[in-house]
């Protein structure tokens, strides 16, 4: 599940960074490794929980997995928040991504 995003996460914020300025491209890079790092922690921490074979520490490990599920999503949703920021759509790219959307394959 969550690691299958992982490496498009990372070459599509490779390649972003290579778009912008220097400064800005290493903020960016620092924004995708810190999202990541909280999928990988997620994805470990959900791990655990799964296979927690103690009955006692099933809730606990549930708690954990939910928070760094949590944290995860969070510092996603930063990346993109900083990815719209620095490359906003254009009500033309907008049209073309509903239009592709609602095409069958």
Not at 7 to 20: F, I, K, W
Not at 76 to 95: N, Q
């Amino acid at each position: 599940g969550i690691l299958r995003v992982r490496p498009r996460v990372d070459a599509a914020c490779s390649v972003l960074a290579g778009a912008v300025d220097a400064s800005t491209g290493a903020l960016l890079s620092k924004a995708a490794d810190r999202a990541l790092y909280s999928m990988d922690a997620a994805d470990v921490a959900t791990g655990f929980y799964v296979r927690e074979g103690e009955p006692r520490n099933v809730v606990a490990r549930a708690a954990a997995a939910a928070d760094a599920l949590d944290d995860a999503v969070e510092d996603y949703l930063s990346l993109l928040r900083f990815v719209d920021t620095l490359f906003p759509l254009d009500e033309t790219a907008t049209r073309r991504i509903k239009l592709s959307r609602g095409k069958k394959k």
